[in-house]
C-alpha cells in the first residue's frame, strides 16, 4: 500500500499544498527541502526514467539562473560587467536560481502527482461538483498516453516509406515531423469527437446523475491527515515567526538561523517526506510479513 491507495482527498490536499509551498517560499533551505524530497519521490514512483528527467532539469536551472541575471541587474554585489556594459550582480544570479529551483521542483512534484492520480480519483473528486469539469480532466488524462502511443505508431507507418522522424537531411526529417504532428492532431481531434458523442450517448451530461466511487475514509487516512495538518501547523508558526521570508534586492536579507530555525526546516522536510516515508514503511511491513510465512 503506497500513497497512491490513500484517499484521493489526502492526496489532492498533500500535493496542493506542497506544490503551493514549493511557489510560494523562497527561502532557500525551505525550496532545497522540496526539491530534494520531490528528487527522491519521482524517483521511488517513475524509476530510471524520473532519474534521469531530474538529472536534466538541473543544468537547465543553471543555465536559466545565467541567463536571467545577464537580463536583470538588480543588485549592489556585481560579479562583472558583460561586453554592452551591464552589471551581472550575484542577487540577479541567486535569484535567477531560486526561479530555476523553484520551475524544476513544480515539475518534479507534477510528475509524482501524475503517478499517484487516476482517471476514478479525478472524477470521484470532482464528479459531485462539476460533472463536466471531472468529465473533461478524465479525458484529457487518458489522452496523454494515448497520443503519445499514436505518435509511435504514425511514426513506425512512415520509417516503412522512408518518412520517419529521423530519416533523411535535416529540412527532410523537419518536413517528416511536421507531416506526422498533423496526423496526430487530426487523430487527436477525431478521437475527442468519438469520445465526447460517446459520452453524450451515455447520459454524462443530464441533471442527477450520481457518482460511483470505491473510496472510503478509513483510520489509516485520519491517521495520515492529523500528520499532516501537525506539519503544517509546524509551518505555519514559522512563516508567522518569518523564518521563510527573504530579499534579495538590492542586497540578500533573510532572518538568521537560530535553533528554534531547524525546527522549523524538519517540520517541512517531514511535510514533504511523508508520502515516501509512508511507501517505505509499507514495503519494510510488507517484506517482513512475507518472512514470518
Given at each position: 500500500?503506497?500513497?497512491?491507495?490513500?484517499?484521493?482527498?489526502?492526496?489532492?490536499?498533500?500535493?496542493?499544498?506542497?506544490?503551493?509551498?514549493?511557489?510560494?517560499?523562497?527561502?532557500?533551505?525551505?525550496?532545497?527541502?522540496?526539491?530534494?524530497?520531490?528528487?527522491?519521490?519521482?524517483?521511488?514512483?517513475?524509476?530510471?526514467?524520473?532519474?534521469?528527467?531530474?538529472?536534466?532539469?538541473?543544468?537547465?536551472?543553471?543555465?536559466?539562473?545565467?541567463?536571467?541575471?545577464?537580463?536583470?541587474?538588480?543588485?549592489?554585489?556585481?560579479?562583472?560587467?558583460?561586453?554592452?556594459?551591464?552589471?551581472?550582480?550575484?542577487?540577479?544570479?541567486?535569484?535567477?536560481?531560486?526561479?530555476?529551483?523553484?520551475?524544476?521542483?513544480?515539475?518534479?512534484?507534477?510528475?509524482?502527482?501524475?503517478?499517484?492520480?487516476?482517471?476514478?480519483?479525478?472524477?470521484?473528486?470532482?464528479?459531485?461538483?462539476?460533472?463536466?469539469?471531472?468529465?473533461?480532466?478524465?479525458?484529457?488524462?487518458?489522452?496523454?498516453?494515448?497520443?503519445?502511443?499514436?505518435?509511435?505508431?504514425?511514426?513506425?507507418?512512415?520509417?516503412?516509406?522512408?518518412?520517419?522522424?529521423?530519416?533523411?537531411?535535416?529540412?527532410?526529417?523537419?518536413?517528416?515531423?511536421?507531416?506526422?504532428?498533423?496526423?496526430?492532431?487530426?487523430?487527436?481531434?477525431?478521437?475527442?469527437?468519438?469520445?465526447?458523442?460517446?459520452?453524450?450517448?451515455?447520459?454524462?451530461?443530464?441533471?442527477?446523475?450520481?457518482a460511483f466511487s470505491i473510496y472510503r475514509f478509513d483510520n489509516?487516512?485520519?491517521?495520515?491527515?492529523?500528520?499532516?495538518?501537525?506539519?503544517?501547523?509546524?509551518?505555519?508558526?514559522g512563516v508567522l515567526l518569518k523564518q521563510t521570508d527573504i530579499?534579495?534586492?538590492?542586497?540578500?536579507?533573510?532572518?538568521?538561523?537560530?535553533?528554534?530555525?531547524?525546527?522549523?526546516?524538519?517540520?517541512?522536510?517531514?511535510?514533504?517526506?511523508?508520502?515516501?516515508?509512508?511507501?517505505?514503511?509499507?514495503?519494510?511491513?510488507?517484506?517482513?510479513?512475507?518472512?514470518?510465512?
Amino acid at each position: 500500500m503506497g500513497f497512491e491507495k490513500c484517499h484521493p482527498a489526502v492526496n489532492f490536499i498533500y500535493f496542493a499544498t506542497v506544490i503551493a509551498g514549493m511557489i510560494v517560499f523562497q527561502h532557500p533551505i525551505f525550496l532545497l527541502i522540496s526539491f530534494v524530497c520531490a528528487f527522491a519521490y519521482s524517483i521511488k514512483r517513475n524509476g530510471w526514467k524520473a532519474l534521469v528527467f531530474n538529472v536534466i532539469l538541473i543544468p537547465c536551472v543553471v543555465a536559466f539562473a545565467f541567463y536571467y541575471s545577464s537580463y536583470n541587474h538588480f543588485g549592489v554585489t556585481v560579479l562583472h560587467q558583460n561586453m554592452i556594459g551591464n552589471n551581472m550582480t550575484l542577487e540577479s544570479l541567486v535569484y535567477g536560481f531560486v526561479l530555476g529551483l523553484v520551475i524544476a521542483g513544480v515539475l518534479i512534484w507534477f510528475s509524482c502527482v501524475y503517478s499517484v492520480f487516476t482517471t476514478d480519483k479525478v472524477v470521484y473528486l470532482f464528479g459531485k461538483v462539476s460533472p463536466r469539469l471531472s468529465l473533461f480532466l478524465s479525458i484529457i488524462l487518458r489522452m496523454v498516453p494515448r497520443i503519445k502511443k499514436e505518435a509511435k505508431k504514425i511514426n513506425t507507418a512512415q520509417r516503412g516509406i522512408g518518412r520517419g522522424a529521423n530519416q533523411g537531411n535535416v529540412f527532410q526529417r523537419l518536413r517528416n515531423s511536421i507531416r506526422i504532428l498533423s496526423m496526430l492532431i487530426t487523430w487527436t481531434i477525431d478521437s475527442l469527437t468519438l469520445v465526447s458523442e460517446s459520452m453524450r450517448s451515455r447520459g454524462s451530461s443530464l441533471r442527477g446523475r450520481k457518482a460511483f466511487s470505491i473510496y472510503r475514509f478509513d483510520n489509516r487516512d485520519r491517521a495520515y491527515v492529523i500528520t499532516l495538518f501537525t506539519c503544517l501547523t509546524l509551518i505555519i508558526m514559522g512563516v508567522l515567526l518569518k523564518q521563510t521570508d527573504i530579499l534579495y534586492d538590492p542586497r540578500i536579507r533573510m532572518n538568521p538561523i537560530t535553533s528554534m530555525s531547524w525546527f522549523f526546516y524538519a517540520g517541512y522536510g517531514i511535510f514533504c517526506l511523508m508520502p515516501l516515508m509512508l511507501e517505505v514503511w509499507t514495503e519494510y511491513r510488507f517484506k517482513k510479513a512475507r518472512r514470518q510465512l
